[in-house]
C-alpha cells in the first residue's frame, strides 16, 4: 500500500532528526511500524551509501592531500640542497678571501718595517 507523499516527507523528516543509529537500532529492534519498514530500510540504505561516498572521497582528498605534501617536501629537499651548495661555495670563496687578506696584511706588514728601516737609516746617515 502505497502511503500519502506528505506522510512521507514527515515520516523521512522524523528519521532525519532521529539519525542514522537510532533508526538502525529501531529497525534491527522491531520497533518501526510495519508500513514503515520498506521505507525506513531504503533510507538507511541511501544514507549508508552516502557515507560510503562520503568517505571514499574524503579517502580519495587525502591521499591527493598527501600526494601534494610528498610533491612538496620533496621540491624543498631540492631547494635545501641547492642552498647547501651555494652555502659550501660561499663559505670555500670567503676562506680564499681570508687567506688572501692575510698575505696582504702579511706584506704590509713587512713595508712599514722596511719603511721604518729605510727611515732609520736615512736618519743615520744624515747625522754622520
Not at 538502525?24 to 522491531?30: F, M, N, Q
Not at 601534494?68 to 647547501?84: G, H, P, T
Request: charged fraction near 30%; glycine fraction near 2%; hydrophobic fraction near 45%.
Amino acid at each position: 500500500m502505497a502511503l500519502p507523499p506528505d506522510q512521507e516527507r514527515e515520516y523521512l523528516a522524523q528519521l532525519e532528526e532521529m539519525g542514522v543509529s537510532l533508526v538502525r537500532s529501531d529497525l534491527e529492534g522491531g520497533k518501526i511500524q510495519p508500513h514503515w519498514v520498506n521505507l525506513t530500510a531504503t533510507w538507511l540504505s541511501r544514507k549508508e551509501k552516502d557515507a560510503e561516498e562520503l568517505r571514499e572521497a574524503s579517502h580519495v582528498e587525502q591521499m591527493e592531500l598527501a600526494r601534494r605534501a610528498s610533491e612538496a617536501a620533496e621540491r624543498s629537499a631540492s631547494e635545501a640542497e641547492r642552498a647547501l651548495a651555494a652555502a659550501e661555495r660561499q663559505a670555500s670563496a670567503s676562506e680564499r678571501a681570508n687567506t688572501r687578506a692575510t698575505i696582504a696584511l702579511i706584506i704590509a706588514f713587512f713595508s712599514v718595517v722596511a719603511t721604518a728601516i729605510n727611515i732609520w737609516i736615512t736618519h743615520l746617515d744624515a747625522h754622520k
